[in-house]
DNA sequence: TTTTTATCGATAAAATTTTATCAAATCATA
DNA sequence: TATGATTTGATAAAATTTTATCGATAAAAA
């Protein structure tokens, strides 16, 4: 996924801002709009004009043009590249129960690249259906179907007591990327990529925000 | 939510932490210790340790003890106090589907302060019923029930096309606090605290960590 | 009791990220 | 065609965040 020249060097901040300016860049050019200035991004996303410069000069191809700024296709074709939707990777996912269910079933993982080939839960009950088109295995597969199907990438969506076992089994098989949904401390190697989906952070940080604003406001 | 003295100076970085400084210490207190160092929670954390006391500075109220470290129980306190999970705020939900079903029936809000009193849906096989133990109602009453339930805080769970009008209805019964799942960019007056749970960007960052780590390996 | 050792907390340094400034470029307009 | 307005991209400054250093301190060991 993504380009090996810009794996360097770009900030995980960065990074993350590029799904916005993408997501809002197409809203642009379904509107019929051809080009689109720094300052006019920054105004609608609340950012600084020179930081989404900035981030755009790591992933653009094209050089904006003075008093025009940048071609809005340019750029989706540059950020789709960038972040390696042009490509698909496979997933597996861990976990069917209502959390793995609404990920298999969030079809918007595949503009991300991301195709989830296979589940995987301990409940027999679902082992051998499918929960949205996604074939559900039995958890003890998982090292061996991991190898099998080649999958780099694990979501673990399961419990908390049962995440640190699905991490390790999926390593064991080989993945090399875990996005962890579930609200658990993973002990895993350094060579393994984790991302924690941790809804406790957000939340932490969206109710300061508004304790925040409501303490600023009176 | 939270402590005002506290709300200050504060970097969404070290709030970020928290929650995880949180879970890894009940870890600990369940295994039994009593006290832990910055050394060694960095160390199981994959922080620097110097950041792991700053961070710790700014939520304890007892101080560390050189030989010993910190009092588990303490910190655990602290952060609870910290992070406003030892008081309930209600919130709403918007989108009964399959993402809002799963965290209505996510019981983990509790832990967090969080509770869920009421969910909206157009669909209306779901108004009327119950997911998880929350009431659906009518889209149409999300400004009018917010404002009777006083309700600071709404999650959406809609599909793209369908999260500012969620938005908006949220606002304009008052809520002051907006937390998104739809993958769509909300334009909301600055007034309103808003996180985005940015599903796009987490597995951009996820990608780019793995491309990187495969890269560095050859 | 004295010495050793581990750890804190304060301060300083380094690194990173964000924001400001400004000359150069180019489009639109007169 | 010349002028003015606007935006870029480069460079610099500021702010923030992370990491390093080190004296002080308290527990453990000698």
């Known amino acids: 996924m993504g380009n090996n020249k810009e794996i ?37 996303l609340r950012l ?18 003075p008093k025009l700024g940048f071609e809005i296709a340019d750029l989706i074709a540059d950020i789709n590249r960038f972040l390696g939707y042009d490509n698909v990777t496979d997933a597996v996912l861990v ?10 079933g969030y079809g918007g993982f595949r503009n991300y690249g991301l195709n989830i080939v296979a589940a995987f839960d301990k409940d027999p009950d679902l082992i051998g259906k499918k929960i949205n ?6 958890a003890g597969e998982i090292a061996h179907m991991v190898r099998r199907l080649n999958v780099l990438i694990g979501i673990i969506a399961v419990p908390k007591a049962a995440a640190q076992q699905a991490a390790d089994a999926l390593v064991s098989g080989g993945a090399r990327a875990i996005w962890n949904f579930a609200s658990a401390h993973l ?32």
Not at 133 to 138: A, I, K, R, S, T
Not at 199 to 212: D, G, H, N, T, V
Request: net charge positive; glycine share 8%; aromatic share 4%.
């Open 187 to 218: 002990n895993l190697p350094d060579s393994i990529a984790v991302k924690n989906e941790d809804m406790a952070a957000s939340l932490a940080i969206l109710s300061k925000r508004l304790a925040e604003i409501l303490y600023n406001e009176k």
């Open 133 to 138: 088109g996604v074939p559900v295995f039995d």
């Open 95 to 104: 976990g069917a129960g209502g959390l793995g269910r609404a990920l298999a």
């Open 8 to 44: 360097a060097n770009v900030s995980k901040a960065t990074i993350g801002r590029m799904p916005a300016y993408l997501r809002y860049l197409k809203e642009k050019e379904l509107a019929g709009e051809r080009t689109i200035s720094s300052t006019a991004i920054a105004e609608d």
């Open 48 to 65: 600084n004009a020179v930081q989404v410069r900035k981030d755009l000069a790591v992933i653009s191809t094209v050089a904006g043009k």
